[in-house]
């Protein structure tokens, strides 16, 4: 009896799983099943489908021109595809999207966009009601009316706009068009190119980061990149050129970036603010994409935190709204933080210990130490990080230790952030490595430092003064006794200024044992000694602070 209904079970679910694939089927292939059930089939796309895109140029001189179409049925990227360079025109991508459930009989869905002078399917034999459209500035459009369009993986679902002819994406499943779109722009407009999302938005890869199987983990601090749209303007470059070449601040930026991502293998890079030179940044998420295209193609985690240029420029895309992008991409750990506080990108990461261990070995604090001072007339200069944060560290900080004394080894805080502690100023305290210039820290002192020292945090490091690449040991005023490293990076990005006597472009890394609970720290240059580790130095051994060694 009992074999007898295990039998008919095993064979009413066979049969219910072969009706559910014929089902499946059929309606990927001819679309049968009524809507308020297609939507819960698996190939159903949730969001929003593209029908339509097209471009619309207005003058800035006609003030009867227009750039806007009826909102109820087109949505305007907001991107000026002249960057409000122009002085006599502008441009904007619209486009018409629907939900697949309200697609009607009379609606195409778009299945592929292209840029060129040529209609694409010149010499191509296509179907009779998949022909190119042509739309204004040489962009193309296909449309489908296939009932089963809406579901295909050609389905365009989002469009967007890059700029510049060193534009890359950096998000899972879109893909970038190569040829910018043909508007009538002068040559220092970077050129606009349409980037394209197919089917379903494709969830980001955010791996855990881990301690290697032989204890080590290396950090790769990258400070003040200074990104363009476009590839930028070289600021005090050393050498000028090289083989030749005239320096284009980008490129060189990032080819330094990829050889030192390639010959030191990090962990985690931690990118400490000043990513994006506004200024020379109109479109940010441009600048953004350029370095997390090459941490995401080598499969490497990052985490973000913003500097007092990120978000300059005439229209600059807010701290919330880049954080927003860069909490999308691939292999980012970045979060915006809690709401109730001070800034963007108060946050921390875990790094846990080696094998498969669920225990913190390592905890990265990041924190936003904002812009410029919000009250000048007392404490010009920069700006400081604010009670708040200190605050949500500390209990942060005090509600992390109980698990983090179930490591079997010794656990260690570090800590990120972009503007320097007032007490990187003291001249009396011993540093390693070169003070090139004056150190621009907030003149108010919220007591962050001694903060971090309460807490147990051993290093600290920051960006912001390019020049300064020292590692300057903090000690308790009375005893003398070691208490933190502040170290800087050094700024990596020849879109930033270098000068101070030829400074050289330089990223610093962080070495951990986590077997001795040994950091030692070192610098690598853009040029001249390429290869060296410039003042490679222990600054914590066995978890405790050490003072730096006598060099005979």
């Known amino acids: 009896m009992t074999r007898r209904i295990v039998r008919t079970i095993s064979q009413l679910t066979a049969a219910a799983v072969f009706t559910f694939l014929i089902i499946l089927f059929l309606d990927r292939n001819f679309r049968l099943l009524p809507n308020a059930v297609h939507e819960y089939m698996p190939q159903h796309h949730h969001g929003l489908v593209v029908t339509d895109i097209t471009i619309t140029t207005c003058s800035k001189i006609n003030l009867f021109s227009s750039c806007k179409l009826d909102p109820e049925s087109w949505h305007r990227v907001e991107k000026n595809l002249y960057l409000d360079k122009s002085w006599v025109s502008s441009a904007y991508v619209h486009v018409q999207r629907k939900k697949e459930e309200e697609l009607v009989a009379d609606d195409k869905v778009v299945v592929g966009v292209t840029v060129g002078r040529l209609d694409p399917s010149t010499g191509v034999k296509g179907q009779a009601d998949e022909k190119w459209e042509s739309r204004p500035a040489g962009l193309w459009v296909l449309r489908s009316s296939k009932p089963t369009a809406s579901d295909s ?107 030192l991502l390639d010959e030191e293998k990090p962990d985690l890079v931690v990118l400490s603010g000043d990513q994006v030179n506004g200024d020379t940044a109109p479109d940010a998420q441009s600048a953004i994409f350029k370095y997390a295209d090459l941490l995401i193609k080598r499969k490497i985690p990052y985490v973000s935190i913003f500097g007092n240029h990120d978000d300059e420029g005439p229209v600059p895309l807010p701290r919330s709204g880049q954080m927003a992008l860069i909490e999308q991409l691939p292999y980012s750990l970045s979060v915006a933080g809690p709401d109730d506080i001070d800034g963007v990108g108060n946050y921390y990461i875990e790094v846990l210990a080696q094998g498969t261990s669920k225990h913190s070995a390592l905890t990265v604090y990041l924190l936003d130490s904002h812009s410029y001072s919000p009250d000048e007339r007392q404490w010009s200069g920069y700006d400081w990080i604010k009670k708040n944060q200190i605050d949500w560290f500390r209990q942060t900080s005090e509600g992390l230790k109980k698990k983090h004394k179930e490591y079997t080894h010794i656990h260690m805080d570090v800590a990120f952030i972009h503007i320097p502690l007032p007490e990187y100023r003291d001249a009396t305290s011993p540093y390693v490595g070169e003070w090139r210039e004056g150190v621009t820290a907030p003149k108010y ?108």
Request: charged share 25%; hydrophobic share 35%; with cysteine.
């Open 153 to 259: 993986k050609k389905a365009v679902t989002a469009i967007d706009v890059l700029f510049g002819d060193d534009a890359v994406e950096a998000r899972d499943g879109w893909q970038l068009q190569n040829m910018a779109l043909l508007l009538d722009a002068s040559h220092d407009i970077p050129s606009a190119h349409i980037t394209v999302r197919q089917g379903t938005q494709v969830e980001p890869i955010r791996p855990q980061p881990r301690v290697n199987d032989n204890g080590k983990f290396k950090i790769m601090q990258l400070a003040d990149l200074h990104l363009s749209t476009g590839v930028g303007h070289c600021r005090d470059p050393v050498p000028e050129k090289i083989d030749g070449e005239d320096c284009m601040a980008d490129l060189r930026t990032l080819h330094f970036v990829t050889r």
């Open 445 to 552: 002192n919220s007591g962050f430092r001694d903060a971090l020292v309460e807490q147990g945090v051993v290093m600290v490091s920051c960006g912001h003064d390019h020049a300064n690449e020292y590692c300057m040991l903090s000690s308790n005023k009375e005893s003398k006794r070691p208490e933190l490293w502040m170290c800087y990076g050094g700024g990596a990005g020849f879109g930033g200024y270098g000068g101070y006597g030829g400074f050289v472009r330089r990223v610093r890394f962080f070495d951990i044992d986590m077997n001795e609970a040994r950091i030692t720290t070192y610098k690598r240059l853009e040029y001249g000694d390429t290869t060296g580790r410039i003042d490679p130095q222990i600054i914590v051994d066995g978890g405790s602070v050490v003072p730096p060694k006598e060099h005979s």
